[in-house]
């Protein structure tokens, strides 16, 4: 078993990486923040001229037709410079929906347009607060039209269709595509922690709503997707874990207290390499997500349900000690600690907060045990 990625998965990494080191420095992000706009566009245009959007989508939906691990390794990328962008939410989760159980029509009409960045798909899951659970879906689709409310609702206000999960006439839980410019759609802004990754309330009031997949295997296929994203979203925070750390270690050293570096200090090195266990043992556990997701191996929902606990623990115990290492100064507006501050809390309640994954994690690892027994 090889955890390492090949060459060329290394070159697609340096090339995103100076991409987004000229077109996404901390000044792109604070625009977004201190602005009207929800994301930056003209970084998410660029994205799909690199490639960037399409590297999982087939050719022959007008992608480039990479794979897995080449998304893994942008979802590092991103994560590092916390890109002010949809692509978690129209790529790793409405592509992904639309591959897995979309029809041809489907796919033909909507994954190029996702692929070259001209429309953002979103995923409504969430009808409040805590663990989903299948009692909990109230929106429901009758004669074709949906109602109901779902928040919240990561990049809600700028989507322009979402594969939303609701009740069928049979009373299961089935998917559809709903266009969110349609009559009957209302759209509420959400505040959030991170005014730079978008959280809308969305509410349906009759509106035309187009199944996607079997009638009833909504729960299993969006279980399936919300792994793969869960993986994908790992990466990023561990592309945010890394990068506060190497933040918190330049300020260290460049910081000099009582006529020393401050990163001499007893207390300053405690903190450094409790970020960096964490940051390790998050990458070896995506690493293992990587594999898992890329190879469709049986072991890929603990995978997951691993990648996304270590990696939310990192991110957020990185970008928490940064602002630590900062001192005073770490938590003023001028600094940068913040923004992954930010950025590590609201992708910690992504498709589900740390403890809906520790519990899964928990019972899947279970559910295994006793597999092995019998």
Not at 108 to 136: H, Y
Not at 163 to 177: F, K, N, P, Q, T
Not at 206 to 219: D, H, N, R, T, Y
Request: charged share 20%; proline share 3%; aromatic share 8%.
């Amino acid at each position: 078993m090889n955890l390492d990625f090949s060459d060329e998965q290394k070159q697609l990494r340096d090339q995103v990486r100076r991409f987004l080191s000229e077109k996404c420095p901390p000044a792109a992000v604070r625009k977004i923040l201190e602005g009207s706009s929800a994301f930056d566009r003209d970084l998410y245009l660029g994205l799909a001229e690199l490639g960037v959007l399409g590297a999982a989508i087939p050719e022959e939906y007008g992608g480039v037709g990479l794979g897995d691990l080449e998304l893994c390794v942008i979802a590092e990328e991103l994560g590092r410079v916390i890109a002010p962008v949809p692509v978690s939410s129209s790529i790793y989760l409405t592509a992904e929906f639309l591959l897995m159980s979309g029809s041809e029509a489907q796919k033909a009409c909507w994954l190029p347009k996702l692929s070259s960045g001209e429309v953002i798909g979103t995923f409504a899951f969430n009808e409040g607060q805590g663990r989903m659970t299948p009692d909990k879906v109230q929106a429901r689709v009758e004669g074709g039209k949906i109602t109901g409310t779902k928040a919240p609702i990561a990049d809600g206000s700028i989507a322009d269709f979402a594969i939303v999960a609701a009740r069928d006439e049979a009373d299961g839980i089935s998917l559809y595509l709903v266009k969110l410019d349609d009559d009957g759609v209302s759209r509420d802004a959400l505040e959030s922690i991170d005014p730079t990754r978008d959280q809308t309330r969305l509410t349906f009031d009759g509106c035309p709503a187009e199944l996607l997949g079997g009638q009833g295997e909504g729960w299993h296929i969006a279980s399936v997707v919300m792994d793969r994203a869960a993986i994908l979203l790992a990466f990023e925070q561990l592309g945010g874990s890394d990068r506060a750390m190497e933040m918190a270690r330049d300020y260290a050293l460049e910081r000099i207290a009582f006529g020393r570096q401050i990163g001499s200090f007893q207390a300053i090195k405690h903190m450094l390499a409790d970020m960096y266990v964490s940051a390790t043992l998050a990458r070896s556990n995506c690493y293992y997500g990587a594999w898992a997701l890329a190879s469709g191996a049986s072991e890929r929902p603990v995978a997951a349900a691993t990648a996304r606990v270590s990696a939310t623990t990192a991110f957020q115990q990185c970008s928490k000690n940064n602002i630590q290492v900062h001192g005073g100064m770490g938590f003023t507006w001028a600094f940068d600690c913040h923004l992954y501050y930010r950025r590590s809390n609201a992708l910690a309640l992504a498709l589900g907060g740390l403890s809906t994954w520790e519990s899964l994690l928990i019972e899947r690892m279970s559910a295994g045990n006793t597999e092995s027994a019998a």
